[in-house]
């Protein structure tokens, strides 16, 4: 398993560059607080996802979630320190990769067309993930774990 691979290092691994398909599913919202924001959309009539916990929060939108989890930690996650203290808004739009393999090559293939790496592919508690940033700064995490469902058409079965 990955503990941890630069962009780089997936030439000489043998791995190609591999693009998304045209699909997100994931809208991470980065919170100060996540029973007090829960409990706002629980009061607009949304649903919790049953796989929700008190530091992770899911709303089923059909083959997408959004999720709230704390800005601390999304920015613990994806950024270095230098990034934290740089105007972060708290926001990461995530990309599920069908296979752990897909994740570094998916961050090859935003490099090659233009994005900036933030976090290589990376051994996680629950697999394998990184990020990297569009060209207008836009913070995508590109994640594979075992816990995620699709459907035939690789939406999200929250």
């Not at 829960?38 to 919790?48: H, K, N, P, V």
């Not at 083959?63 to 709230?68: E, H, P, R, V």
């Not at 090659?112 to 207008?136: I, M």
Request: charged share 25%; with cysteine.
């Amino acid at each position: 398993m990955l503990d941890h691979l630069a962009v780089g290092d997936e030439y000489r691994n043998g791995l190609s560059s591999l693009p998304p398909s045209q699909r997100l599913h994931l809208i991470l919202l980065g919170v100060q607080d996540v029973s007090r924001s829960a409990d706002f959309y629980d009061a607009l009539g949304w649903q919790r996802a049953p796989s929700s916990h008190s530091g992770f929060v899911k709303y089923d939108l059909g083959g997408l979630a959004l999720c709230l989890i704390s800005k601390k930690d999304l920015a613990a996650d994806a950024l270095s320190n230098t990034d934290k203290s740089s105007g972060f808004s708290g926001t990461a739009l995530v990309y599920l990769a069908k296979k752990v393999e897909e994740v570094p090559q998916i961050l090859t293939k935003a490099v090659e067309a233009g994005g900036t790496l933030v976090k290589p592919a990376t051994k996680t508690h629950w697999g394998v993930a990184g990020y990297f940033r569009d060209p207008d700064g836009y913070l995508f995490e590109v994640d594979y774990e075992d816990a995620w469902v699709f459907d035939d058409e690789h939406h999200l079965i929250v």
